[in-house]
């Protein structure tokens, strides 16, 4: 861990991977509820750090940070959601050439995944979803869409994701889902948060 305070409220945790960042942030919330943190405002986690926010002594916890032992998550330690899909994405084929697959190959090895948030941003309700293998991973379109649908599945890298409302984009699009991911009048609004299970459950086509 290198903690970098900032500003004068603030402390910028740098980590070297996605799973030391999942693993840390669900250690903080542990801790929060424990009531073993310093008072603060946020917990924010990223691809690659965590900011803490709101602290009144960020150098303070920077000395704590080094002593403590922060186990690795397991599948137990998170919530699970199933989101039906149906794979008619306009970039499906385009996906299943990239993979060297069929296109119904790629709805057997995509809804097989057990996929978990990373960590959410982009837009209110939108998750970085890892879990499929380097081997699947795809590049971003060489020309973004100036409108991607609602509740569409995408591909980007090694992250799926699911956009919560419509908006430009340039990820691979390889299905549609009615699952709302952002409500306002939701307690809580957005259906995912880091560390949340996820899992795609194909649907007939119309």
Known sequence: MRPLPVGEHGLLIELDSAEEVEALHAELLRRAADGALPPL???????????????ADPR????????????????????????????DGPDLADVAALWGVT??????????????????????????????????????????????????????????GVYPRSSPGGWQLIGTTGTVLWDPRREPAALLAPGTRVRFVPQETA
């Open 103 to 160: 296109p119904d190959e790629v709805v057997r090895l995509h809804s097989a995944t057990e996929f978990h948030v990373a960590f959410c941003g982009f837009a209110p309700g939108f998750g970085y979803l890892t879990g499929l293998p380097e081997r699947l991973h795809v590049p971003r379109r060489d020309t973004p869409r100036t409108k991607v649908p609602v509740g569409s599945v995408a591909l980007a890298g090694p992250y799926t």
């Open 60 to 87: 303070g916890l920077i000395a704590e940070l080094a002593a403590w032992d922060i186990p690795p998550l397991t599948a137990g330690d998170r919530p699970t959601v199933e989101i039906p899909v149906r794979y």
């Open 41 to 55: 405002r946020e917990i924010v986690p990223a691809a690659r750090t965590v900011l803490l926010d709101g602290l």
